[in-house]
């Protein structure tokens, strides 16, 4: 079986995560070959560079660069897969061309969030009524992704992130860490954390919100806000002088499981006006350390979160809310580990990484069958 993954990059992210740990879950099958594409040179996940697989850069010169059709369809002809898995709207749009033409079979895995607008002002909704046709498999992570693109029953599956629960093993002695970020003072403080981009599609100012409120009442509250992005500066110096040291904006950082460790509650809150989930692998770190989480209700979290079980569902932009739901955690320390236990069970249960493995190639075989036939 030979497999050509084609993603528009390895930065920092959900999809990009979800591809680097398929593919390093791949290598322990030797009936499986894959190379890579990708559209930009810049590598976050630097496992990927460990795996010895051949890694081909489709670099636009500019944003309607039409040469990047000819030069994939290039690739694929001297490569030949069985299979061309594209993660992405736009290398959806890519790899149709040279799928029909040369006779490959094109998993089409665009499907990573929930669409708010479906019409033709959203791109990847457009691109999806344009490529699902020519696509033999649509692969979301969340059964409302792919309800709100409008992927066919027949043609489409669900198959849920996948965590190494490895990596959360062996992690730096809490007690140090919390020392390096919040200083020697701060021991005893309860720590509520978000890891999520500073983007439009994110909300970090209904954390904010919530936050200064909560202060005023909780003087031992801490928040730790990990995550890069255009809202950064913006948010960080919403931040009234009196509380710059009690909310720590930590940037970009690689040591995310050890730092979603120090968290007595794990948030993700989404901008729902324009943004629906799917599946978030930030929701699933909190879940996989044994995290109470707080989620802004809809999408694909609604999937990930059984309100009151292992966690809390609230309306998008209710700063309100959260406070309330986090004054009941940080009252109750039996309620925070019960919430955590239930969630780190469903981790388990339903994204294991051997899972989501044999879930993908189960989809692989099954269209190889197909071809022969």
Not at 143 to 153: C, R
Not at 195 to 219: H, Q
Request: net charge positive; hydrophobic share 40%.
């Amino acid at each position: 079986m030979k497999i050509l993954f084609f993603i528009d990059n390895l930065r920092s992210g959900g999809k990009e995560r979800r591809l680097t740990e398929l593919m390093k879950a791949l290598k322990l099958f030797p009936d499986i070959q894959f190379e890579l594409i990708t559209m930009d040179e810049d590598i976050h996940y630097k496992e990927v560079l460990n795996l010895n697989i051949p890694i081909h850069f489709l670099i636009r010169k500019a944003k309607k660069d039409l040469s990047v059709f000819p030069k994939f369809y290039n690739i694929c002809k001297r490569y030949r897969p069985d299979i061309v898995h594209c993660w992405n709207d736009m290398t959806a749009i890519i790899a149709v061309p040279a799928c029909k033409l040369l006779h490959i079979k094109l998993v089409n895995g665009m499907v990573a969030d929930t669409p708010v607008r479906r019409n033709l002002l959203n791109k990847s909704w457009l691109r999806a009524k344009l490529t699902f046709p020519f696509s033999d498999k649509i692969i979301g992570n969340s059964t409302a992704g792919l309800e709100g693109y409008g992927a066919t029953t027949i043609k489409s599956c669900c198959i849920y992130n996948g965590m190494d629960f490895n990596r959360f093993t062996n992690l730096k002695d809490a007690d140090i860490l919390r020392k390096e970020i919040l200083g020697d003072n701060n021991k005893a403080s309860f720590i509520i954390g978000m890891v999520a981009a500073f983007e439009p599609r994110k909300d970090y100012k209904t954390l904010i919100k919530a936050a200064l409120s909560l202060l005023n009442i909780y003087s031992s509250l801490r928040f730790v806000l990990v995550g890069n992005g255009t809202e950064f500066n913006e948010v960080k110096d919403s931040v009234p002088l009196e509380f710059r040291d009690k909310i720590f904006f930590l940037g970009k950082r690689t040591n995310v499981e050890e730092i979603v460790n120090l968290f007595d509650v794990g948030v993700l809150l989404s901008n729902a006006k324009i943004h629906g989930e799917g599946i978030s692998n930030s929701i699933i770190e909190y879940m996989a350390l044994g995290k109470p989480v707080i989620a802004t209700r809809g999408g694909g979290t609604n999937e990930a979160i059984i309100d009151e079980q292992n966690g809390y569902l609230i309306p998008p932009g209710n700063p309100e809310e959260l406070a309330r739901c986090l004054k009941k955690l940080i009252a109750n320390k039996d309620l925070r580990y019960r919430l955590g236990r239930n969630g780190l069970e469903i981790a388990h249960k339903k994204f294991d990484l051997k899972v989501m493995t044999e879930n993908y190639i189960k989809v692989y075989q099954k269209l190889i069958t197909e071809n022969k036939n």
